[in-house]
């Protein structure tokens, strides 16, 4: 496929291990696919920024106009597990790790119907009671 050529219709259904290699990071970051609808199952594999599994989710979201994760599991370990999907999601939303360690905050993760954007907030578990 040559750079400048119209991209014909495709529908792709992969798994995470035949997209987790450089090479495809980097083809995929070439090319930037025209992605409809992106969903992700299981997305909280993508929740370590370290991997090359987050690095094609980040390329896979920056080319989709509309993103979709499942998972029944997205705080894994800690709660910047879950703000790492958020920011996937959302980049420009959550640029910067707002919790600070050590305290009691939950993140509150609101739907804004209108613009189908996530927005999320920390709550103290004083203000939860």
Do not use: Y
């Not at 992106?38 to 979201?61: C, F, S, Y």
């Not at 597990?81 to 980049?91: E, I």
């Amino acid at each position: 496929m040559g750079k400048g050529r119209e991209l014909e219709e495709f529908r792709w259904i992969t798994s995470f291990e035949s997209t987790r290699s450089e090479e495809v990071r980097t083809a995929l970051d070439e090319v930037l696919l025209p992605i409809d609808v992106l969903i992700v199952d299981e997305a909280h594999r993508l929740r370590n920024p370290e991997t090359l599994q987050h690095k094609v989710g980040g390329v896979l979201t920056r080319s989709a106009n509309a993103i979709v994760f499942l998972t029944a599991t997205p705080v894994q370990n800690k709660l910047e597990d879950l703000w790492n999907l958020l920011r996937l999601l959302s980049p420009e939303e959550f640029s910067e790790w707002a919790f600070v360690p050590g305290t009691d905050q939950r993140l509150i993760a609101l739907s804004d119907g209108s613009k189908g954007t996530v927005r999320a907030s920390a709550l103290t578990t004083e203000a939860c009671n």
